[in-house]
């Protein structure tokens, strides 16, 4: 999986800041806001991946699954 990048540098991000009614930012140790030092340290900035929805995957359930209409030909046979 790719590291995260810092929002505002090119370092690897370390801390995700997302608290409610803000959008996430990453941030690494040296481009963390100062005011929010005490609370990293204290663990509430987790760095949170990207979580990567493969449309292949998506694909491949849906031709596993059939159709209603195929369900409904089988039934009558």
């Known amino acids: 999986?790719?590291?995260v990048k810092c929002d505002n540098c090119d370092s690897n991000a370390e801390y995700t800041c997302a608290d409610p009614g803000v959008n996430?930012?990453?941030y690494c140790s040296n481009c963390l806001p100062a005011w929010l030092r005490d609370r990293a340290n204290l663990g509430h900035f987790p760095l949170?991946?990207?979580i990567d929805?493969?449309?292949a995957d998506k694909a491949a359930k849906k031709k596993a699954e059939p159709k209603a209409d195929e369900v409904a030909a089988d039934e009558s046979n």
Do not use: R
């Open 48 to 50: 949170v991946e990207a």
């Open 24 to 26: 996430p930012v990453n």
């Open 53 to 55: 929805d493969k449309p």
């Open 1 to 3: 999986m790719a590291n």
